[in-house]
């Protein structure tokens, strides 16, 4: 039986790591799948228990320099499941990176003064053959002719260790990645350059020996330490959206037990507990209102700035801060089930998934280091060849050398690596705070494609549930009166139709009034009494058993817009009707607007009445109505799209629209409050606002431009850097790339992506 599993990798630099994982675990027998992410430093696993185990995984991986870290279960640790989970939580991983970083920091800090004493002497040299400046003193030239070895040896050794040993691992077990790339480099030039130092006057007819290459040692580990601190600090600020949605929960609860308040950690809260919330704190868990009511902050969920007015029977959710008053709710969702730790996990795995446009640059990535080192050596060999003949060999060794070295330098495959995955992370991120919750890459890739959004109308382009919207008063009553004696009669109904009145006479602080001899009547309305006076709530038939005229054709334009009327009368006269219906949500027609501008065509698929359909569609300017439709029908025009060439992305709520969702080339579920369908659909909108459909949307085509900016700087390092390195434009322009600056090219390019993933932070959606 198989089990899918996600491990934290240690030792893995760059795409080429990820590829060697992927290939040394994928050969063990068990191993069904595997998915290396360079980005979040995570493998995802498919492997039968039976057959292998991670500790197998690492025996393999070990000698290569790599690691899973294997967590222990709860049980060995002694813990519950909530604290184990917590225990693991990414806010461990970070704590180990920053430390990681600042080792790497202290690297780099002693790797820069030394550094700058050989670019000093570097550019000295440069400027003394141009005599821009004289000749060095003889005895400072003789100091530093001694002191640049013991220098570059100290680069070498320490500050170069983990290209040394990639530099191993390549001669032991033929496995190379860009520390492997880096230690041939920089040691060749250390033993060309160590050989003239030690065998100075044996090599003097041989070849010139005025030139040594210490200084390309000294300057490209440091230039390759600091762009790899720098991408390492950058890539720990990719990943902020699941550190701060960590830090949404809240440590401990406070409950009510045997009829005291007691302060308890969260993972000690079960269901039905009782829990006070107070003002300024955070809400432990999901749950409901049962005493009291407050306004609550559910912005780093939803994404909606405003807080939300909450009272008895609405839903609170975990990691929301209550800004004023006091309330007790009951707990419903404890630990894992909460939707903050679904929404944790779901972000988690969309920003560990692979976009379909990374499959180009992993397969590139996988025979990169191979062919950088074969053209590498070509290229040498080219130079002692052909260049012996123009050059001489004393200058065409020289000129190799230095090709050599720059091509296995410039030539990283980093930033390739890094293009996809950093621009995932940070969209992904981005998406989350903003209330859109990703499934996977490859959904955030397909959405930017979308030239048809189709929607549905309740629930998304309207509110989803009955309210009123007109009131026509015929009697001498205000129009608050005559709404109290309506939802008098109205609270003792169970209709829909009924608590939208009631709900309004609430909202507006109507009071409600005694209501004597109420009696339902099947299929036309209700009758009750108040103050003694006999009052009949219902439709047209009632009215007209009632015995009353009553000009129905005034309704007329109101039931062809989906309004359903609601008439009050007495057994003398009509007092007046109010209108109720399934309100437009206030973004919709904004949100459409938006999609019309982006190139997209709207199409509203509904089960309701045609004419009711096709009036709120006019009123939002969607572009075609089909009205009548089973949840089949809807699977039936999505196909039909589909087979035309359009990309088709569907907007419903996630539970009756499941089919439809399942066939769109993008599921959008409308997640409302904790009944959010996270599982339903590639993408979640939070709080069921459709203005955050067009926000995902420009955040897909965001995300997208940053990855092809981030690919084609990676590429184009490559495709101009390895010719020049290689000494191509010797010949006709007498150009030659010195290594340090193919080092500082290399550290540039993965900066670069990393930085360009990072702009996505700050863009509007």
Known sequence: MSTEKTYKIKGMHCASCASIIERTVKKIDGVEDI?????????????????????????????????????????EMGMSENEHAEHLGLNQSKKEKLEEVASMRQGVLSAVPIAIISFFIMTWDILAQYNLVSEMNYTVAEFLHHLLPLMATYMLFVIGKPYLLGFYRFLRYGKANMDTLIGIGTVSAYLYSFAITAFEDVLKPFIN?????YDVTIIVITFIALGKYLESRSKIKTGDAIEKLLNLQAKTALII?????????VSEVTHGDSIIVKPGAKIPVDGVIIEGSSYIDESMVTGEPMPAGKKIGDSVVAGT??????????????????????????????????????????KISSIFVPIVLVIAFLTLGTWLVFGANTLGFSQALSFGLVSFVGILVIACPCALGLATPTAIIVGVGKG???????????????????????????????????????????????????????????????????????????????????VSNFEGL?????????????????????????????DSSKLEEYTAQGKTPVILATKKEVLGFVMVADEIKEQSKQAVSDLHK????????????????????????????????????????IKELQSQGHIVAMAGDGVNDAPALAQADVGIAMGTGTDVA???????????????????????????????????????????????????????????????????????????VVSNSLRIKSMKL
């Open 678 to 752: 996270i599982e339903s659909a590639g993408i979640t909108l939070l709080g069921g606002d459709i203005s955050k459909l067009v926000k995902a949307i420009k955040l897909s085509k965001i995300t997208m431009r940053g990855i092809k900016q981030n690919l084609f700087w990676a590429f184009i390092y490559n495709i101009i850097g390895i010719p020049l390195a290689a000494g191509v434009f010797y010949p006709v322009f007498g150009w030659l790339l010195n290594p340090v600056f193919a080092g500082l090219a290399m550290a540039f390019s993965s900066v670069s």
């Open 432 to 514: 989350a705070r903003e209330g859109i919750l990703i499934k996977d890459a490859a959904t955030l890739e397909k959405l930017h494609k979308v030239d048809t959004v189709i929607v549905d109308k309740t629930g998304t382009i309207t509110i989803g549930k009955p309210t009123l919207v007109d009131i026509q008063n015929f009697s001498t009553f205000k129009n608050d009166e005559l709404i109290s004696i309506l939802a008098s009669l109205e609270k003792k109904s169970e209709h829909p139709i009924a608590h939208a009145i009631v709900n309004y006479a609430q909202e507006k602080n109507i009071l409600l009034q005694d």
């Open 598 to 637: 982006l190139g997209i065509k709207v199409i509203m698929l509904t089960g309701d009445d045609e004419k009711a359909s096709k009036h709120i569609a006019s009123l939002v300017h969607i572009d075609d109505v089909v009205a009548h439709v089973l949840p089949q029908d809807k699977l039936a025009k």
């Open 522 to 550: 099947q299929g036309k309305g209700l009758k009750g009494s108040i103050n003694s006076l006999e009052y009949f709530v219902g439709n047209t038939k009632l009215i007209q058993d009632i015995g009353l005229e009553f």
């Open 321 to 362: 801060i209550n800004t004023s008053g006091s309330f007790t709710f009951k707990a419903t969702k404890v630990g894992s089930e909460t939707l903050l730790a679904q929404i944790i996990k779901m972000v988690e795995e969309a920003q560990g998934s692979k976009a379909p446009i990374q499959a180009l640059a992993d």
């Open 257 to 265: 037990r045997d009829g005291k308040e007691i302060e308890v950690p």
């Open 35 to 75: 998915s290396v992410n360079n980005g979040t430093e995570n493998a995802k696993i498919s492997f039968d228990p039976s057959k292998t185990s991670p500790e197998s995984f690492n025996k393999k991986l070990e000698p290569l320099g790599y690691s899973m870290v294997i967590p222990m279960t709860a049980k």
């Open 209 to 213: 020996v005025e030139h040594t290459y």
